[in-house]
Every structure is written in C-alpha cells, then in structure tokens.
C-alpha cells in the first residue's frame, strides 16, 4: 500500500502540475498560463502528493475559500499512479484544512460521465444537491456535490 504524504504545492511544483493537469484533463486542460493564474489567487490552497520516500509530486489538488464554504477546483493524479490512494489523501487533507479554517461545507462539480472522480467523492460523503445541463466544454452535464464539513 503506498504512503502519501501530502503537503502544500511549492512554486517549483507548477510546472509538475501543469504537466499532471494536462495529463489528466487532455483537451479539457486549463492550460498552464491559466492554471498558474489559478496557483496564484489568495483565496486558492493547492496541495500535492508525493510518494512517501520520494520527491516528484504525483496528484495535485486546487481549492477555494468562498465565504464560509469550500470548492474544489482541480484535482488530478498522474495516469501511471491512479488507484493508489493519492487523490484520496489529498481530498482528506482539503477537507482537514477547510474544517481547520471553520469553513461549513465543501462543494465541487463533477462531470455526470467520470465514473472514477464520482466514486471517490460518493466514498468521501459527498452528496448531489444539483445538475448543470451541458455545462462542460465536451458538452457533459455537471453534477454539483456537497459534503458537510
Ligand atoms: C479521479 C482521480 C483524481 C482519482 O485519483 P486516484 O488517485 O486514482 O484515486 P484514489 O486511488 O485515491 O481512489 C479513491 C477511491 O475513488 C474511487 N475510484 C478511483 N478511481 C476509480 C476508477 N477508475 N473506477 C472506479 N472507482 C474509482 C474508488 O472508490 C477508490 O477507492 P478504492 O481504490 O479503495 O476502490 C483520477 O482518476 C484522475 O486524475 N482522473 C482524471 C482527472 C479527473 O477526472 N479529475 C476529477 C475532476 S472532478
């Protein structure tokens, strides 16, 4: 079972994050230009993950304060190390972080077809509480998810 030690993304991380961003969202990709203006906002925690033992960040996750609620933003692991707990250890540290900060609940969207990314956040706890119609670029509906901090 691997180990992950997560911790906040450093500015020489973003280049691995653009690179794991682009791996795991292909022509949906934000890009780098907008991913790092994403890095770059007050409001927005990014954490990596890195195999215990090792240096290379894996998975990358972006976050948001909004008021007194939390949004994922982003998060990715790289394809040759999915499946292995990464993105569950960094969902596990945003939620500390956002209950840590006295935040009340954390919100995301997911496209209604990523049946890996809807069976993690239905593990987590999270719950629908809405649906966007066509809301992404590949013309998917989104579901909006909830999870009570
Ligand atoms: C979704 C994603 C982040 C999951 O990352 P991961 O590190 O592989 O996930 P984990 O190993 O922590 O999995 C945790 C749980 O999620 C579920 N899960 C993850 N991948 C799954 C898959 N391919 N099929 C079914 N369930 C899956 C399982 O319940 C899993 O627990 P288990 O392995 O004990 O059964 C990864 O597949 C990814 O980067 N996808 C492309 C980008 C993306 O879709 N991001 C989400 C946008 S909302």
New binding site residues.
């Given amino acids: 079972m691997t180990r992950w030690i997560v911790r906040p993304a450093a500015k020489s991380d973003w280049a691995t994050i653009a690179a794991v961003e682009r791996a795991?969202?292909g022509r949906l990709s934000w890009g780098e230009a907008s991913l790092r203006d994403g890095l770059s906002e007050p409001l927005v925690s990014a954490l990596v993950a890195i195999r215990d033992g090792g240096a290379e960040p894996h998975?990358f996750t972006l976050w948001r304060t909004l008021g007194d609620e939390a949004e994922?933003l982003?998060?990715?692991?790289r394809p040759g190390?999915?499946?292995?707990?990464?993105?569950?250890?960094m969902m596990a540290a945003a939620l500390e972080d956002a209950r840590a900060e006295g935040l009340r609940a954390m919100f995301?969207?997911?496209?209604a077809e990523?049946?890996?990314?809807r069976?993690?956040y239905a593990?987590l706890g999270f719950y629908l509480v809405g649906r966007r119609k066509g809301y992404y670029r590949n013309g998917h509906d989104a579901h909006v998810l909830r999870k009570d901090l």
């Fill in positions: 795991s969202f998975g994922i982003s998060i990715g692991v190390a999915r499946r292995q707990g990464a993105a569950g250890a995301l969207e997911v496209d990523n049946v890996a990314a069976a993690l593990k």
